[in-house]
């Protein structure tokens, strides 16, 4: 098992990307904290992790809130002794339309969900990873922080925040042996996805995924894939990457 002893805290768990990253953490033997705004998909992905063998810890929190994700943490050290691998995946988004059509309540939670999120979490784990000798962050950023697509323009901005925030902790924290990465997937089908094409029909499902090489949309398991290789130790020398798991759109 490529993650036996380990133990693992996954934002924006209870579905979508979220769920199938904690999945395969346990499955590969990490004990997994399941943190999710809505506490019944926390629960929901929990009980499917236990029910498989793994060992997984429901949280509810939003990621947006300091003490929130204070708790997270705090919580996840007391059920677990130790903080390995901190997934910032939690994210969320405003529908495909004009850039100033976008409400400033709709840009602040964005950027407070997809940016600000970054630096709480940080501010929570880092020093528990200091204290243990060194640890894993990954950021799920996304394809639109390196390829941008139109009607999308402040989803963007806050992805490629997230992307140049990876780059620079890696190079911060690289001292205290804690490497930082990002997953950048293409579009793939979560709860977001008709935010991201503006509504879902079969046509716009077809344009969307003609703009991808390998002619499809991403699947969890293909982040879970890239996720799981960057929180191993095989990628023991991978810090400030930026994976793009995309099936080639961004070439």
């Known amino acids: 098992m490529r993650l036996n002893n380990k133990v693992a805290l996954v934002t924006g768990a209870g579905s979508g990307f979220g769920v199938g990253i904690a999945e395969r953490f346990a499955a590969e033997g990490a004990a997994v904290a399941v943190v999710d705004i809505n506490s019944a998909a926390a629960e929901h ?5 236990t029910a498989a063998g793994g060992r997984a810890l429901a949280i509810a929190a939003d990621v947006a809130v300091a003490a929130d994700v204070d708790r997270m943490v705090a919580d996840t050290v007391a059920a677990f002794g130790r903080l390995d691998i901190l997934i910032n995946n939690a994210g969320i988004t405003h529908r495909n339309q004009p850039m100033l059509d976008v409400s400033e309540a709709e840009f602040d939670r964005i950027f407070a969900v997809n940016v600000k999120a970054i630096y709480l979490s940080a501010r929570a784990a880092v020093p528990v990873m200091r204290a243990q000798g060194g640890g894993v962050i990954i950021t799920t950023a996304s394809t639109a922080g ?106």
């Open 146 to 251: 390196l390829r941008p697509r139109p009607g999308l323009t402040w989803y963007n901005g806050s992805k490629g925040a997230a992307i140049t925030l990876t780059k620079s902790m890696a190079v911060e924290l690289a001292p205290d042996r804690i490497r930082v990465n990002a997953l950048c997937p293409v579009i793939g089908d979560t709860a977001l996805t008709a935010e991201f094409m503006g509504s879902d029909t079969p046509e716009l499902r077809a344009k969307f995924a003609a703009s991808i090489p390998l002619g499809r949309f991403s699947k969890a398991s293909d982040i879970a894939a890239g996720a799981l290789f960057l929180a191993s130790d095989e990628a023991e020398f991978f810090t400030g990457v930026c994976l793009e798991v995309d099936g080639g759109r961004c070439i």
């Open 45 to 49: 992905a929990v009980a499917a992790i």
